[in-house]
């Protein structure tokens, strides 16, 4: 039995808006094992990305604000934890690489400067015994030449590279948990799978759990062992990744699998696409937020939010379809 | 970056001889001329101060002569003020008009970004507000305006503070109201620039990657936010030297300051040619070694800069 390190239960993040209280987060509650590779997919603006930064406490505050629930960490909750406390857990246990490798390093420091400081906060090296190690992360990440590469500018990097960079900085402490959100959303088609194949790698060899947050399903098919799909602040599915893509439940989730073009299958016409726009999650009325775009919406759907159909163990769905089957 | 530096640094001397060459023919083509305000001058007498200081020669030729005595650093005798050379009065007054300006550009730089940063990480809290309400006063008054209001509340009114002056006559006292009088403006300036940078980088996303490796605020405001932020106040400096110096020229007047504004204002005035070209001169100079250190300040904080 794999050893749960992260418990988050029911959490809430909702942003204080001129136009009404936005629940960009609203309910959500997964597990992750030790060193397991999790996948969140969703559209933009389904509340993936808030997720995380919630997990960080990185929320913008205000208008942001986590409104309630738990995230347990080894038994101690995370949200209840004060500035100092915090600070120890981000780049120490919990690492982040995020979207966009041209912006998120800092342009003005060289990446030694970067990864250093890192390193020298939170683990007890002097200056060479971190540089070292820097060197030694940039290496297992795939720069060539590290020990001068080091010394350059974010600039002097490719996209890729960046990302690369960004890997070995996350990982540099040897943290629990990594959390990439979208880490290849940004990049050439040809690097995305080089960069995936890294953090993969490297994440098996330190046993590190991964929370990849994505828009692409082929990215989670490959790599995740549990997925939760999100859609509008609620994770409307949760399963193994066979369980979701061999026998996807809930109607968004096949919408998404139907959509992704298919090499191995027979091209008939246009690509599938689910109609309509995801809604607005301001002032959400208690009703499917899935309705409108749904082949299968009952009267049920447009009245009450479905509760959650538990199939087994990890295998959640929350749809109307399901209420009777046992 | 060296080899940059020494490629600006020789670019000054054309920039330099162009300013002395447009300037020397422009003012013998305005009317009238230093001697011609004079009573009645008999023609011989008059043919006597020309040749005196060289006028009876063709212009070219007296061209020529200056240029080479400004090379071996002699602006020339005044010829206004007949007991002292431009160089006695540029040495009089320069270094009261560097101090004025020196002064309120440093208190500038460092407030208007101190107020930018906290107006930014306050932002839309009376502190913000506060500030750019200072600000807002401080661009939108003009300095003969500043000045005398100034000098009305806190020398008239309060009699804190001299009225005019300089250090001789009433010590350090003496500089208050001319350096507030001056650096005013370009503090406004610099503080609404630096809140808007600031604001703009804090948003950043390489910020946030500073937050989630669990560094502290303080440590990321001063190593990952500073330097990005401080480049739009860093380019304004250019411009921002050049207003400190037609600034310090009005303040010079408005508080009676013996520096080297009144004397680059009443040669206009007199006509009195050499006294011209020695205080444009000194004043240019000032103003393209600033741009150039900026230039050189720029390429410094920002490493994606290239100079080659």
Redesign the interface.
Known sequence: MSEVILKVNDLKTYFNTDDGIVKAVDGVSFELEKGEMLGIVGESGSGKSVTNLSL?K?I?SPPGKIMSGTAMLDGVDIFKMNDNEI??????RI??I?Q?PM???????RISTQMI??IM??QDKDKSAARARAVEMLEMVGIPNPSKRIND?P?QFSGGMRQRV?IA?ALSCDPEILIADEPTSALDVTIQAQIIEVMQELCRKLNTAVIMITHDLGVVAGICDKVCVMYAGRIVEKGSNDEIFKDPKHPYTQGLIKSVPRLDRPSKGRLYSIEGQPPNVIDLPECCPFHPRCEKAMDKCRNTYPPLKVFGKGREVSCWLYEGEK | MSKYIIRRALGLIPTMLIIITVCFFLIRVAPGGPFSSEKKIPPQIMKNIEKKYHMDEPLIQQYGRYVVNVLRGDFGPSYKYKDYDVNYYIAQGLPKSLLLGTISILLAVLLGTAAGMFSALRQNTWVDYTWMSFAVVGISVPVFVLGPVLMYIFSIRLGWLPVAGWIDEHGLKALVLPVLALFYQYFATIARLSRASFLETI??????????????TSYIMM??VL??ASLPVVSYLGPAFSGIITGSIVVEQIFRVPGLGRHFVQSAFNRDYTMIMGTVIVYSLILVIMNFLVDVLYGY????ISYS
């Open positions: 960080m990185l913008p600070r120890k857990l981000r780049g120490n690492g982040m995020f966009d912006t998120s390093l800092n342009p003005f420091l400081e890192t906060l939170h500018y600039h960004m900085m | 948003r950043s996303d390489y910020v946030r990657t500073a937050k989630a490796k669990g560094l502290k190593k990952h330097k990005g904080l920002d490493p994606r």
